[in-house]
């Protein structure tokens, strides 16, 4: 079946400084790759995504490619912020699968000033 | 912002209790689904719908129950509560769409305590 292991953290780190979560998966076919946050009392909202191979998913500063021959889809930003601080969630949707996502178990980020 | 509610927000009640949670959306969107998300678990998949009264099994639907009689709602019921159950429910919608990515829109969530 599909799954999804993402670096569980918590993570801490100093304003400006660089982010990386590693996100990797395993899915048959060919799955579509998403990353979500989740900041403190909310909901999940999207981040960003990619739908096929090499494609690169960015939004807000955050930076993602899919990489299908490490499996991979590890999340990057440049300079974190403190309004960064939040659950960030990667997840896939299977080849073939019209309906369900597939989530990690997210990776708290905390970003002091 | 996708316009997606649940009710109620917050709700505490008493083991063996039947519990009833509402997700409720004015987007028309065909699919629904109910997650909840615990402490290293992430998000898991209790029950979806894939249009009015078209419901199936995620992975974890032991103790839940689900209707949807109309495209706008979506009820997960808990038929006798468990403590095991206390959770943060989130309601998700994704749009009608064959050629989508399959983005889901989250609720902001119910956090349930089973006492």
């Known amino acids: 079946g599909n799954s999804v292991t993402q670096m569980e953290g918590p993570v801490t780190l100093s304003e400006e400084a660089f982010l990386t979560i590693n996100c990797t998966y395993t899915a048959t076919g060919y799955p579509s790759l998403f990353w979500y946050v989740q900041y403190p009392g909310e909901g999940l909202q999207l981040l960003l995504k990619?739908?096929?191979?090499?494609d690169k998913g960015s939004n807000k500063g955050f930076e993602a490619t899919y990489r299908k021959e490490t499996t991979s889809f590890h999340l990057e930003k440049g300079s974190v912020q403190v309004s960064d601080s939040a659950v960030y969630f990667c997840?896939?949707?299977?080849?073939?699968?019209?309906?369900?996502?597939?989530f990690g178990k997210g990776t708290l980020l905390t970003v002091n000033p | 912002d996708a316009g997606i509610t649940q009710s109620p927000r917050h709700k505490v009640t008493e083991t063996g209790t039947p519990v009833t949670l509402r997700c409720h959306q004015t987007e028309n969107h065909r699919y629904m689904y109910w997650y909840r998300q615990d402490p290293g678990h992430g998000l898991r998949l209790i029950h979806y719908s894939y249009g009015v009264k078209d419901t199936d099994k995620g992975e974890v639907s032991d103790g839940y129950s689900v209707s949807r009689s109309k495209t706008e709602d979506f009820l997960l019921t808990l038929e006798s509560a468990t403590s095991s159950q206390t959770s943060v429910y989130f309601c998700?919608?994704?749009?009608?769409?064959?050629?989508?990515?399959?983005?889901?829109?989250f609720g902001p969530g119910t956090r349930l305590t089973v006492l």
């Open positions: 997840a896939l949707r299977g080849g073939g699968s019209n309906y369900k996502l597939t």
């Open positions: 990619a739908t096929k191979a090499d």
């Open positions: 998700a919608i994704s749009y009608d769409d064959s050629n989508s990515y399959n983005e889901q829109f």
